[in-house]
């Protein structure tokens, strides 16, 4: 069973340019977040997925960013009209049930850098 | 609302002497705890969870926690440190009465050296 697998692993972006971030979370689990880490700081939630629905976007930045899980394929966290102070590592984590539950899976990263 | 402060942004230990990090939290519900590592570049790996069950809990690469309500603290130890703990740890909480997020700690940086 592959872990949540993450791509790009890095993408660079041009500012004014749009990023597109995919997550796709391992087998059998239907629950996705996503978390934005800045240098020296921890992560901070942007959003819940469940299969075609946001869950909780509550962290998530009022413009510019969206995020789905479609029933079919992986979870794209989209960033439009990229700015520098996007750049950070954003990492997504799946689980089968809410992560109150039970343990997050993270997978390894998408290192976005905006010149 | 939760919360989780990590007591010591860095904490410097020699090889094979015993380490602690330290992590307090807040909830309004009964909550899961978790501690997770990140080595450089690298995603995050779960070292170990409470999730109301044994107060002592024991992880992966000999790491342990102790939930202590009455002091809303849940520290990692490990008795003794080696060279490849070097990392950055997380204390992370969640409570599925709150909702569904992990709330992140800003993180400790582990420092070993020989």
């Known amino acids: 069973n592959a872990g949540v697998m993450q791509n790009p692993r890095h993408l660079v972006r041009r500012r004014g340019q749009e990023a597109r971030l995919r997550c796709s979370p391992m087998k059998g689990h239907s629950h996705v977040y996503w978390y934005r880490q800045l240098p020296e700081e921890g992560l901070k939630f942007m959003v819940y997925l469940q299969k075609e629905n946001i869950i909780d976007e509550s962290g998530m930045p009022k413009e510019r960013f969206s995020a789905e899980f479609p029933k079919e394929g992986p979870s794209i966290l989209r960033i439009q009209q990229v700015v520098r102070g996007d750049s950070a590592a954003y990492f997504c984590?799946?689980?089968?049930?809410?992560?109150?539950?039970?343990?997050?899976?993270f997978g390894q990263g998408t290192r976005l850098t905006v010149v | 609302a939760q919360s989780v402060t990590q007591l010591d942004s860095h904490v410097s230990v020699s090889e094979g002497t015993p380490v602690l990090l330290r992590c307090n939290y807040s909830?309004?519900?009964?909550?899961?705890l978790f501690w997770y590592v990140q080595h450089p570049n690298k995603g995050l790996q779960l070292l170990l969870k409470y999730t109301s069950a044994a107060t002592l809990v024991k992880g992966i690469n000999g790491f342990e926690a102790e939930f202590k309500k009455s002091e809303t603290s849940f520290h990692l130890t490990k008795p003794s440190a080696h060279m490849s703990d070097a990392a950055e740890y997380f204390c992370v909480v969640s409570a599925r009465q709150a909702g569904t997020a992990l709330i992140f700690g800003k993180g400790t940086t582990l420092s070993v050296s020989s």
């Open positions: 909830s309004s519900y009964s909550p899961s």
């Open positions: 984590a799946s689980s089968p049930r809410s992560a109150g539950e039970t343990e997050a899976f």
